[in-house]
């Protein structure tokens, strides 16, 4: 391979439908030539762990990782050694100070396995001592911990019944899964060895050839799959998984071409073979926009003939509402691409692109590194599993938040059309009767405060991260903020982390969703900063904006709400100061435990 | 197959585990003279071989051997 071969397979998207002797080759190319290579600028500290050899699934994690955005710094645990690296608190896996922890078991950690004819009494008490394990391990960091479930034995000595009764090992490998993850804190994520198990097979999982030479459990033909995933996960779990999936409509969405065919000529819909495989997929997408990924269509079409499908094709199973933003034109989708990322306020990392044509996918993929484009296959059978195995859209948990996404988007669609005057924005905003809710810190809260203080791109302040610790400390006042209207709740939109000195306020982020953009909720939120700088006999409110290439809009919202320009990127406000400040139309209540 | 025939497929397994178009093998190379050669690769040689000629090695068979000559001679007993 030459060098530019290389790093374009770097990027490859069908990377994971390589032979595993091919990933191997590029991630060892990837360890010894990174630098070649434009490197992503998060760097994260990741502590490897296992029960088994992890050299080969080591081997390819950077690259892993750096096809899901980021640099890792690797430490691997000794081998067996899962349980004790983390419970010593002056192991060398402490002195490291990891980012995050990927513990990798397998059925052969289990501990407690009862034995054949044990009473239920004792089968419970072996699982709840299994779990104690895991739970102290867990609480023995505040990091974020990704751990694979037991996969499932390669045997069953009790035949039908191993799977189903006290005394299998299937039976305790599923039993003990379900109970870890229902007593997960929120901080342990899980990969599903059972379903990766089940994925590429069971003979193919377990391979006791190499297992008796290397203590690698598993052949080599699992590596890709199970490093991606591990990045995949890491990046949900660092909140960075991609939010937006972005169509294609002639043979993606329905087969045919509506242009050419009319509404009648399309195959779409349960009454043909074919049809019947677009139905599915508009489904699966379906099911995507209702756990939050946020759906745009992107098209070279006829506008007004397009949505003709969307109005009257009984087939369709994606409504027009379903669709937050529209780019249908005969323009290049490069350039309709970056400006469905404009208009949505997302980053092109957190789009990902499906598209029948392979000319089109080319240029989008040479043009736009981050964007993540779907190689879709010829037969539209195979697209779900096509956009299923990359698992684009990881997070850390489902909040309430991404159940409602797709509406406050197409909210915040009509905010635009109506910005352009400032009479009718105001009369609008009046309309909805927006009320803003002070939340209390804790753990109703928690997931969706980290969420939010770790993607946010553009409204926020300072890119700091925090740790649950340091958000607990009592130097620090964490202001909570959801929003409702007349149409919706949004949930947690706004987060700001203040620290009180003696004579003046810190704020030390802030961010916000941008989904709530021009809402004037940045005015009601300064409002209650305000308010709390008097209380605590403050004068001053401080701020520093570190600017990325993403939160240049914060500078004149700033200066809009009212901040002093100190010079380098500081900000002062005094607050016995009279300020102009322009009506928010907001109610703020305080929710009250 | 010949020896030379079995050469020429290990060469290959060696090319690409060791990512060096440029490696070529003879009979008298051992692991001295190829640095990444550790106990990682060599369980990757192992399986590569068992792939390439359609086999089963034994790691304890494979350990022993002085060098690629005596591989050779190793494979072409066990691919009969």
Redesign the interface.
Known sequence: MSDSQWIDQLYANDLLSESS?MV??LA??YNRNSNKVPQPKQTLKVALLSGFTI??LADLLPLMFFRHGFVIELYKGGYGDIVSDLLISKSKLHEFKPDLVIVLPTHRDLVFFPSLGSTHGEYTTALQEELAVWQSVWNSVSIPIIQLSFDPPSNRPLGELDGYVAGGLLDYVRQINRLLVDNAPTHVGFIDAEYMAFRVGLDKWHDP??YQ??KQPFS?DVLPVLSHTIAARSQGMMARGRKVLILDLDNTLWGGVIGDDGLEGIVLGLETAEGEAFTAFQQYIKELANRGVVLAVCSKNDIDIAIQVFHHHSGMVLHENDITHFEVNFEDKVTNIQRIAKVLNVGLDSLVFVDDNPVERAWVEGQLRDVLVVNLPNDPADYIMALDELNAFCVRKITNEDLGRNQSYQARNEIIKLEKTDNAMSIFLQNLQSELVIEQFGDSTLDRVIQLLGKTNQFNLTQKCYSIEELQDKSVDVIIVRLRDRTQDYGIVSVVVTKLNEEYLEIDNWVMSCRVFSRRLEYAIQEILIRKSKQAGCQFIYLKHQVTDKNGLLTNIIRDIGYDDLGSNKYKMDVENEHKSIDHYMKITTELV | MENKEILKTLNDIFN?IF?DDLLILTSNTTAEDIEEWDS?NQ??L???CERAFNI?LK?RDINILDNIGEMVEHLSKVIG
């Open positions: 002797n191997q080759k060892k190319r050299d080969f050839h190499l030479m290397s080599f | 690409d990512d990682l369980i990757k192992i399986i590569e089963r790691s």
